[in-house]
Nanobody, 129 residues
């Protein structure tokens, strides 16, 4: 069973918005373990390496963004639902790619781009000009 499942991707025009979700499930996240997990979003554009987008700490107090998405993207989480979100506004064609959520169970570093152990399968975002 895949421990992280993303959804919410799609095709939009530049300037529009999308909200991505990532649900953590199964034996990888027993009990309240999600609430002790640093979560991150990454993306991979065609022909490029996967890159960091945003991260959020256990209790949502700390978050960290890649420079190009600051002011346009907002990462958030609902621990009671084992769910991570990425609200994306004012989307640009260069935001096109597959978006992945990533989990660092027990991790404590939020201001950092290094991924944790667990990945989802990704959701495709296409932004047309």
């Amino acid at each position: 069973q895949v421990p992280l499942v993303e959804s919410g991707g799609g095709l939009v025009q530049a300037g529009e918005s999308l909200r991505l979700s990532c649900v953590a499930r199964g034996p990888t996240f027993p009990g309240s373990s999600f609430s002790r997990t640093v979560m991150r979003w990454f993306r991979q554009a065609p022909g490029k390496e996967r890159e960091f987008v945003a991260s959020i700490g256990w209790n949502s107090i700390l978050s960290y963004y890649e420079e190009s998405v600051k002011g346009r993207f907002t990462i958030s989480r609902e621990n009671a639902k084992n769910t991570l979100y990425l609200q994306m506004t004012n989307l640009k064609p260069e935001d096109t790619g597959v978006y992945y959520c990533n989990a660092d169970i027990g991790g404590v570093v939020v201001i950092g781009k290094a991924p944790g152990r667990y990945w989802g399968q990704g959701t495709q975002v296409n932004v047309s000009s």
